[in-house]
């Protein structure tokens, strides 16, 4: 069964026999006042029923943030986004939403249809299965029970502070600082849910864990914060797709992953994102400024982040490694679609600072329509990272002649036994691959789908199965109407 | 039934064909013979949609449909195959995707039910193995790294899976050893019945000594100038175009 089906599946069922994970006594509670101060932040803290040490941390990021400037580095324009016009705090409201497929905006049910999800599912993703998932408050996790016998803890995030303060407190912004940045730190001072993850010595995770996370409510922004702890020889594969339904506001969504892999350990982290895109003329969509890190603290970890990203109107990711341990191995596969008035900045950044530590960064860029594509990487040799290899490989891929895709590699070696390769390549579809699809009876839009497709093979290969497939169609989709 | 008449049709401003006329019926080969620049290319790529040309008089049916209204998808499920003067490389598409994607493509637009991954591996090889190619064919990347006969012996297998009723060889024997050149006729030479018929381009004789047509065009200057049965290669073969097109001048 694939796992983002699992999920929705356990969704609905948690559906059915009303909430299960918290916020009981809140129900009626389903929105904080407008706007950030002091209060909200302690309000969040309050509800959540956070110790003491995790207010103070938030209290301190919020500090942080409010003496830091939005970035402005990256090639992504926008309007000034007023950070007192959103909800920090939205706690669902049973029987909220559409209660059948008839109330659900039909655009938003071809897209399913064209990306073949299962009606019932549809159903669940168009928010009809009420409350399905919804801001704020966690996804149900799967499999609690096996995953408990093999000692794994896989739980929301606010549950793990409650039921393992002790691992939350020892990991909680050791890779991304409270104070690493704007968005991370806004992230940090109101962040409501997101996962834990912690596979014990030894422990290789016996299923591919996913969460199926999701904006729902108006005006409210999503700030999930995510942790993944493998220790010494432990593996584990999460899996992370999102969607949100059309809105014609623009919503911020601030999420910050860490993840930390000790001696030998793996963390395979997959993303799908497909938050709404903005429409055809770039009213509304997703405003996606994450900030994803991996450590690799122990020596011959590896993490390998993968990403599919067609969604949202402004994306800004970089997930990175920093490559401490020694013989340590980051990876990154990336795909990045824009389509009509999308921007995408996205890239990674490889630290390199054990010995013989090695990164590989595969990115494939399709812009199309108006939209810009930049790939921005950093790879960084520090001087004692003797024997450090990197090799990076960039691609961008042109539809029509209004888009733009741009690559900007840092490199800095401080090490002269480094080796650094980076290759790149940009190239628009041909007229004559659509034609020659074409003539053997494949439509224009089946065609783009296959010739992409092909074009970001090498990085759909590294998605687990049942992920890959739903890739493959949401590439054909995004990209739908952007030739002819 | 293929019924072309009085077609013309330019590339940018250049007028390239200048009313020519063929009917080609059910059952029926026709080769196409002519010096460059004659047309014989820009006959193909109008025929079967592409763009970049402008139709500036005529017609051109396919059994009573116009043919030229439709997309270039729809005139490959009306039965038009291509097969091209230079296949297209697909880097990172399967071999056995593409075919598979096209196949189901086509049975959809006729309403006929997919094929599933299993029961068109046994299509495809079936076919492979009759045009002696070897089965890791299906794995690589389309024409990605193809020699040039591969490439053209990719085509045939194409035509042998999709199995169209109307089939135009651009040139289809240009570059192949003497080799690949009868594997390419043995798989045109296959698909010959009552339900099938080709338009063969090509430059030279050879390849009609292994297809052997009912009908030889001579194309010139945007025109069919003569047109006669295979003894008219031969004599193309002997005298050259310049030879045969000044007899038709005369007569």
């Excluded at chain 1, 918290?22 to 969040?44: Q, W, Y």
């Excluded at chain 1, 966690?138 to 995030?157: M, Q």
């Excluded at chain 1, 892999?261 to 395979?268: H, Q, S, V, W």
């Excluded at chain 1, 982290?269 to 603290?297: E, L």
Aim: aromatic share 8%; proline share 5%.
């Amino acid at each position: 069964m694939p796992a983002v089906a699992e999920t929705l599946d356990t969704v609905r069922t948690v559906t059915g026999s009303g909430y299960k994970w918290g916020f009981e006594t809140d129900i009626d509670m389903d929105l904080a006042p407008k706007g950030l101060d002091e209060d909200i932040v302690r309000l969040i803290s309050r509800k959540k029923k956070e110790p003491e040490w995790l207010l103070d941390w938030r209290l301190k990021a919020f500090a942080a943030w409010r003496a830091m400037e939005e970035p402005t580095w990256a090639a992504v324009r926008y309007p000034p986004i007023d950070y007192q016009d959103a909800h920090y705090y939205a706690a669902p409201k049973p029987k909220a939403g559409p209660r059948t497929l008839d109330e659900v905006d039909p655009e938003l049910l071809k897209t399913y249809e064209k990306l073949g999800i299962p009606l019932s599912e549809r159903a669940a993703l168009a928010g009809v299965a009420v409350d399905a998932v919804f801001d704020s408050v966690s996804v149900a996790t799967t499999f609690k029970e096996t995953l408990a016998k093999a000692g794994v803890i896989f739980c929301p995030i606010s549950e793990a502070v409650r039921d393992h303060p002790e691992l939350v407190r020892k990991y909680l912004g050791t890779v991304v600082p409270a104070s690493d940045n704007f968005f991370a730190a806004l992230n940090s001072a109101v962040f409501t849910d997101g996962s834990f993850v912690w596979i014990p010595k030894g422990v290789r995770c016996p299923m591919e864990l996913s969460t199926y996370f999701r904006i729902n409510a108006r005006n409210t922004g999503q700030f999930e914060r995510t942790l993944i702890i493998a220790e010494e020889g432990a593996s584990v594969s999460y899996l992370e797709g999102c969607t949100a339904p059309m809105r014609d506001e623009n919503q911020l969504h601030a999420a910050v992953v860490e993840l930390v892999a000790m001696d030998d350990a793996k963390i395979k982290y997959s993303t799908v994102q497909n938050w709404y895109p903005g429409d055809a003329d770039g009213k509304g969509g997703i405003y996606n400024f994450v900030t994803k890190r991996g450590a690799c603290r122990g020596a011959r970890s590896k993490i390998s982040w993968t990403q599919v990203e067609t969604g949202s109107a402004i994306t800004w990711k970089y997930p990175s490694c920093i490559l401490q341990g020694e013989g340590s191995v980051g990876e990154f596969y990336s795909v990045a679609v824009t389509n009509n008035h999308q921007q995408a900045d996205t890239g990674t950044k490889m630290i390199h600072i054990g010995k013989n530590t090695s990164s590989t960064i595969v990115s494939k860029g399709i812009s199309a329509g108006h939209s810009n594509n930049t790939y921005r990487g950093l790879v960084k040799i520090l001087p004692k990272a003797a024997g450090a290899r990197n090799f990076t490989q960039c691609d961008s891929l042109l539809i029509g002649d209004q888009c733009g895709a741009h690559t900007v590699p840092y490199i800095e070696s401080r090490n002269p036994t480094a080796k650094v390769e980076h290759e790149a390549t940009t190239s628009r579809i041909a007229e004559d691959q659509l034609f020659y699809c074409r003539q053997r009876g494949l439509t224009e839009e089946e065609s783009v789908g296959l010739i992409v497709n092909g074009f970001c093979r090498e990085v759909l290969a590294e998605l687990p199965m049942e992920f890959a497939v739903e890739a493959q169609k949401l590439l054909a989709v995004s990209l739908e109407g952007s030739v002819g | 039934m293929l019924k072309i008449e009085n077609l013309s049709a330019r590339v940018e401003e250049k007028p390239i064909l200048k009313g020519l006329t063929l009917s080609v019926a059910p059952g029926e080969i026709h080769a196409i013979m002519g010096p460059n620049g004659s047309g014989k290319s820009t006959l193909a790529h109008v025929l079967s949609g592409r763009e970049g040309y402008e139709v500036t008089g005529g017609s051109a049916t396919y059994n009573g449909v116009d043919l030229l209204a439709l997309e270039p998808e729809e005139r490959a499920a009306a039965g038009l195959f291509l097969a091209f003067q230079y296949p297209v490389e697909l880097p990172g598409v399967g071999n056995a995707n593409f075919l598979r994607t096209a196949l189901n493509a086509i049975r959809r637009a006729h309403g006929e039910p997919e094929l599933d991954a299993v029961q068109f591996l046994k299509l495809a090889r079936a076919e492979m193995k009759r045009l002696a190619m070897p089965d890791d064919m299906l794995k690589r990347n389309v024409n990605v790294g193809f020699s040039g006969g591969e490439k053209k012996r990719n085509e045939i297998l194409q035509m042998a899976v999709l199995k169209p009723s109307l089939a135009i060889l651009d040139e289809t024997d240009s570059g192949l050893d003497i080799d690949a050149l009868r594997i390419v006729a043995e798989g045109v030479n296959a698909m010959r019945g009552p339900e099938f018929s080709a338009i063969v381009i090509t430059h030279y004789q050879r390849l009609l000594d292994h297809i052997v047509p009912d009908f030889v065009h001579v194309l010139a200057d945007g025109r069919i100038q003569r047109s006669g049965g295979p003894e008219l290669a031969h004599e193309l073969e002997a005298s050259g175009y310049a030879g045969v097109l000044s007899e038709a001048e005369a007569a």
